[in-house]
């Protein structure tokens, strides 16, 4: 079964609006978590890392204002995607390493965002 | 150059052949490495670590050469099942992953 939960799976949003899409971590603790995006036929792009309790740390060129990280509990991040445009529009995926067992990284299912 | 350079597909082939996808990576201080591989639309899934020394999973081998800076992944005996994107990833420390952009695979009966 899933070890990082992604929710929603897709969502349809208006120009203008903001998003929040949930990562959870099941069953473990997760102090850092990862942020991605991936155009169509393009690889995945880190854009944060996540740290509980802490600020999220941005990539070069991600706008640290339009991407809201928040990562409140050692089980939960969310990403908001503040003031859509159409060009948000992308799949977003969380990942999550689990300490221990090598630092095997899981994945969450992904949101497909679409701004209209 | 690219972090993470990956062979620019598709691949086609055949049920039972053998295909071989090849990565090169530019951080030197790269730690650890793995093979990805993602179906339409979905999220990546982990099809195996790579170490120095090689390994195997069954029909899968992977290979790292660091003083090259090169990774593959060998598929013998090609299913149908084996149609996805394999994504060459690099864990660069702490759990960031640099991907290469991926190779599609298809393969026909």
């Known amino acids: 079964g899933a070890v990082v939960s992604q929710h929603p799976s897709r969502v349809i949003c208006k120009s203008g609006t903001s998003v929040k899409i949930e990562c959870r971590s099941l069953?473990?603790?997760?102090?850092?978590m990862f942020w991605y995006r991936q155009f169509p036929k393009q690889s995945l792009m880190l854009m944060a890392t996540?740290?509980?309790?802490?600020?999220?740390?941005?990539e070069q060129g991600v706008e640290k204002d339009k991407f809201l990280i928040n990562h409140a509990s050692l089980t939960l991040s969310t990403l908001t995607v503040t003031s859509a445009h159409p060009e948000d529009s992308s799949f977003y995926i969380c990942?999550?390493?689990?300490?221990?067992?090598?630092?095997?990284?899981?994945f969450g299912e992904g949101s497909w965002l679409t701004v209209v | 150059r690219k972090e993470v350079e990956q062979d620019p597909g598709p691949f086609n082939v055949p049920e039972g052949a053998t295909v071989a996808f090849n990565c090169t990576y530019s951080?030197?201080?790269?730690?650890?490495f793995f093979w990805y591989r993602q179906d339409c639309r979905k999220e990546p899934k982990l099809l195996m670590s790579?170490?120095?020394s090689g390994n195997e999973d069954g029909r899968f081998t992977a290979q790292l050469n660091r003083a090259s800076q090169y990774i593959s992944l060998l598929i013998r005996d090609s299913k149908l099942s084996d149609s996805a994107t394999y994504l060459c990833?690099?864990?660069?420390?702490?759990?960031?992953?640099?991907f290469g952009k991926g190779t599609m695979l298809l393969v026909s009966p």
């Open positions: 990942s999550a390493p689990i300490q221990g067992l090598g630092n095997t990284i899981y």
């Open positions: 790579v170490y120095s």
């Open positions: 996540s740290n509980e309790g802490s600020k999220a740390t941005y």
């Open positions: 951080n030197s201080a790269s730690q650890s």
């Open positions: 990833v690099v864990n660069r420390g702490y759990s960031t992953l640099t």
């Open positions: 069953d473990f603790q997760a102090t850092t």
